[in-house]
């Protein structure tokens, strides 16, 4: 569905993103794991067209990506859930996911899905009118996730959906990833979390300093040495 | 109590005419981060459109107000994209510098085509009449002036909260690259910004030349720079503080030179902006949030 080849990413003068080559495939959850700093937000950003590569290709559906301008790539099914959250904090629940739905014109299809994403999260219901900004950390995650979700994606990039968030809002916000997988929605999970992302993946990338160091399946990757000493804590 | 009245009747309409302009500046510091020195002359702008409309085309003066505000939207997207849209990246001062330079090129220009010399409104656009109510003297451009402006706050009121236009600048406004990643065009957004920003400074200008009775191409500076202290009075970025940041400014204008000296009412606005600096930098409608790092 999607593959990017020898992408090389610069921030002026660092070289961000070496020679990065990914690939996922329709209907699965692949993930990309590494330490801070690594180059993952890179990769997401670079995929959504906010950064472009010097050189090396993304390839979605049989189209070339890195020349598609931002607006166009959403538009074309791909989606992000932007690293720290960034839902709009002076904008209601509602304005918020309507602003997911923005290049939509199907009216009737989005009021389904507002619904479909108030019965994911009900907690978003009763909180429809209020400033996103006012939200929970958690509450505010479910809200990044449901306004991506909006915009009805074929393949929705996540970036540390559980950054900040308690353990057990960690769990659930994973549940969710997994069924909307499960729903159809092809995934390309971010995380520093190796632990909870390999758990849920079916393949895995692992990155450091900008480049692929490893990849595989992802419960092959979980029973790794080298992933288990250096992200699984031992 | 009497004069107390007559004088905010007189304030509200010179308010009105501030908080159009100062809507301006807020919008466009709201989306991109610039004051936009440039403000004060798109209004002289849309007053000359206005003028040339009542003169040369014999329109009448609400068609005068919407040629000036399409003239001076038009205006306004040309330099954007001619002069702010390059500098998107660059140092905020380097934009800043440049609205200056936007500013006095509007103002000499219009000197070279048109002359210094001021040009009278033509007074059969709008025959003034005064209307006595209880004692109040309102004249008939007051009325023309306070309504013409609450009903354009109105209708902007009404686009930013509930169209999808509206929406799409506020989340620009909020958070550029996440409005990216919705599939919003920030470019286009930002053209629409001053647009509709120019097109209220524009129709400022038209109701200065009414209320006021001359344009002169150096008309704009002095109610921009004041505008500018209402936006900031009102807190920058904040639509609904521009509208009352305008019409305070306006208000303690008249009642500057209606109980003190007319001399002093400049230098009274000004000090208003030394003053918010000094004790709420983010005016009257804003939180102390802070810059985002």
Known sequence: MLRSVDLDVYYGAIHALKKLSIEVEQGTIVTLIGANGAGKTTTLKTISGLLRPRNGSIVYKNTELTKVAPEKIVEMGISQVPEGRRVFASMSVLENLEMGAYLRKDKKAMADDMENVFTRFPRLKERRKQMAGTLSGGEQQMLAIGRALMARPQLLLMDEPSMGLAPLLVKEIFEIIKDINEKGTTILLVEQNAHMALSIAHKAYVIETGEIVLHGEAKDLMNSEEVKSAYLGG | ?293
């Open chain 2, 1 to 293: 109590m009497l004069e107390f009245t007559q004088q905010i009747v007189n304030g509200l309409s010179l308010g009105a005419i501030y908080a159009l302009i100062a809507l301006g500046y807020t919008m466009v510091y709201g989306i991109i981060k610039l004051i936009n020195f440039a403000h004060g002359d798109i209004m002289m702008v849309g007053a000359f459109v206005g003028y040339f409309s009542l003169t040369l085309l014999g329109t009448n003066i609400m068609v005068a107000m919407v040629t000036a505000m399409i003239a001076c939207a038009v205006l306004g997207v040309i330099i954007e994209k001619v002069a702010y849209r390059p500098l998107r990246n660059s140092t905020r001062i380097a934009a800043l510098i440049t609205a200056i330079g936007v500013s006095l090129f509007l103002e000499y220009i219009t000197i070279f085509l048109l002359g210094p010399s001021q040009k009278v409104f033509p007074e059969s656009a709008f025959p003034i009449k005064a209307y006595d109510l209880a004692g109040l003297s309102v004249l008939n451009k007051d009325i023309f002036v306070v309504v013409s402006a609450v009903v354009l706050m109105l209708i902007l009121q009404y686009i930013i909260k509930w169209t999808k236009t509206g929406k799409a600048m506020r989340a620009v406004s909020l958070d550029q690259e996440a409005a990216v990643l919705m599939g919003i065009s920030v470019d286009k957004t930002i053209s629409i910004t001053f647009a509709i920003g120019s097109a209220l400074a524009a129709a400022a200008g038209v109701m200065y030349g009414v209320y006021y009775s001359t344009v002169n191409p150096l008309m704009g500076i002095i109610p921009g720079l004041k505008a500018f202290v209402a936006a900031v009075l009102g807190g920058i970025g904040i639509i609904p503080g521009a509208m009352v940041g305008g019409f305070l400014m306006g208000l303690l204008e008249t009642m500057v030179s209606g109980y003190g000296s007319s001399l002093y009412r400049d230098a009274v606005a000004f000090g208003v902006l030394i003053l918010i600096l000094l004790i709420k930098p983010t005016g009257l409608f804003g939180k102390d949030t802070g810059e985002k790092v």
